[in-house]
C-alpha cells in the first residue's frame, strides 16, 4: 500500500543495516589521563590526586550504537541501561572490566571501559539472586561476591554464570573480601563475628583471625580488608576507630587511628585500599572523604568533602586501587563510582 512500508521492504532494510550496521570505529579508553584542574590539595599546593571521571550508569560508556542496534530499538523499543543503586564495591581487571557490587540492586554490574559493552549477573542456582552484594574479589577467571543477607560467598564465572557458594555455615554478617596469590588464600571479613575468616579458593574453611575485643589482632564491627603485594593485609576495625596490619599468618603487626574529628583521626572507617608506594588510604563514612597515610599510620593529605558534585561523597563505601595508582572510589548515596588518580608521592616535596 502506499506510504506504507510492506513486509519485503522492512526485511531489505534490516538485511541492508545488519550487513553495514556492527561496523563501529574503535574508541579511546573511557577514563583517559587528562590535564583536568580538579586535583588535591588546591592550588598553589602541588596537585597529589587527581578526578579522572565517573561512572554511574550504562550510559557513561558513550558507546555509539549500531545502525543494527538503532533498528532493533525503532521496532522493539529501547532495553534497560544499567544504572547504579548503592554501589558498595568496585574492582577493575587488567582487561578494562571494572565490576561493582550493587547492595541496593542485588546486582554486580560490569562496566567494559575499553569495549565500552556492558552487562549484569544475580541469578544463582534454583533460580536464587542475590539479596545484598556489599563487596568483591576478582580471583582467577572468577568473581567472589560477598553477600551479607545470604552470609556467604557466591562465585560466578567471569560471564557471570553461578559456580558455587560457600560460608552460610559460619559466616554472620560478612561484608568484605581479599584474596592473597602469596598463598592462595582468601580473607573474609565477619562484621557480626567480630572477625577474620580464613578459606581456599573452593571455599574450604581453614581457620578464624580474632575476637571481639579492643585489644591488638581483636576486631569491634570490623567492615573491610586489604591486601598488598607483600600479602599484608590491612583491617577497618571500624567501631575500634583504627585500621589494623597483619602479617600473612595472621600476626598482628602495627595499627593506627583513633576516635576523633581531626585529620589523622576517625569516625567511621569503611573501605581501605594501598597504591604501589605503600600509602594507605581510607574513606571514612562520617568525614565523608579519604584519608591518606604513609606506612606508618601518620596522616600525609586527604580528599573530598560532604556533597554531590565531582570530588565530593555521600557514604563512600569500598576502595580499589589499581596498578596504575588509580583509585576507585564506590561513592554510595551518590549512586556512582568515582576514579582518581596518584600523580605524585603525597607528603614528598
Known amino acids: 500500500m502506499h506510504g506504507m512500508w510492506t513486509k519485503r521492504s522492512v526485511l531489505n532494510l534490516i538485511f541492508l543495516l545488519l ?3 556492527g561496523c563501529i570505529a574503535p574508541r579511546d579508553e573511557v577514563l583517559p589521563a587528562t590535564r583536568t584542574a580538579i586535583v588535591w590539595p588546591s592550588p598553589p599546593e602541588p596537585g597529589r590526586i587527581r578526578h579522572i571521571g565517573v561512572i554511574s550508569t550504562q550510559e557513561d560508556l558513550k558507546r555509539r550504537s549500531s545502525w543494527s542496534q538503532g533498528l532493533g530499538e525503532l521496532f522493539f523499543g529501547k532495553r534497560k541501561i544499567g544504572v547504579l543503586r548503592a554501589p558498595s564495591a568496585v574492582a577493575i581487571r587488567a582487561d578494562g572490566r571494572l565490576f561493582v557490587a550493587d547492595s541496593a540492586g542485588g546486582v554486580v554490574h560490569v562496566f567494559n571501559l575499553l569495549t565500552r ?6 541469578f544463582l542456582d534454583r533460580d536464587g539472586t542475590l539479596q545484598m552484594p556489599v563487596a568483591l574479589a576478582l580471583i582467577d577467571s572468577n568473581v567472589y561476591v560477598v553477600d551479607s543477607v545470604l552470609h556467604k560467598v557466591c562465585v560466578f564465572d567471569n560471564n557471570g554464570k553461578f559456580r558455587f557458594s560457600f560460608g ?3 559466616l554472620k554478617r560478612p561484608s568484605g573480601i581479599a584474596y592473597s596469590p602469596l598463598d592462595g588464600k582468601i580473607y573474609v571479613v565477619d562484621t557480626g563475628g567480630h572477625t577474620l575468616n580464613v578459606f581456599d579458593k573452593n571455599g574450604g574453611f581453614l581457620g578464624q583471625i580474632g575476637s ?6 581483636r576486631f569491634n564491627f570490623p567492615t573491610h580488608l586489604w591486601i598488598d603485594g607483600e600479602g599484608k593485609l590491612y583491617v577497618s576495625d571500624t567501631l575500634n576507630y583504627r585500621v589494623q596490619i597483619l602479617s600473612r599468618d595472621g600476626r598482628f603487626l602495627k595499627m593506627f587511628g583513633e576516635h576523633g574529628d581531626r585529620p589523622g583521626y576517625f569516625a567511621h572507617p569503611f573501605g581501605i585500599a594501598t597504591d604501589s608506594l605503600g600509602h594507605i588510604y581510607v574513606a571514612d563514612r562520617q568525614f565523608e572523604n579519604i584519608q591518606v597515610f604513609d606506612s606508618d599510620g601518620r596522616i600525609l ?3 573530598g568533602k560532604e556533597g554531590s558534585d565531582v570530588g565530593e561523597f555521600w ?5 580499589y586501587i ?5 583509585i576507585y572510589v564506590a561513592d554510595s548515596f551518590n549512586k556512582r563510582i568515582q576514579v582518581f588518580e596518584l600523580l605524585e608521592v603525597p607528603g614528598d616535596e
Open 168 to 170: 552460610s555455615e559460619r
Open 315 to 319: 557514604l563512600p563505601a569500598g576502595l
Open 301 to 303: 593529605m586527604a580528599f
Open 19 to 21: 550487513c553495514c550496521g
Open 322 to 326: 589499581d596498578e596504575r595508582n588509580r
Open 117 to 122: 559493552k556492558y552487562n549484569q549477573f544475580t
Open 212 to 217: 571481639r575485643g579492643v585489644e591488638p589482632g
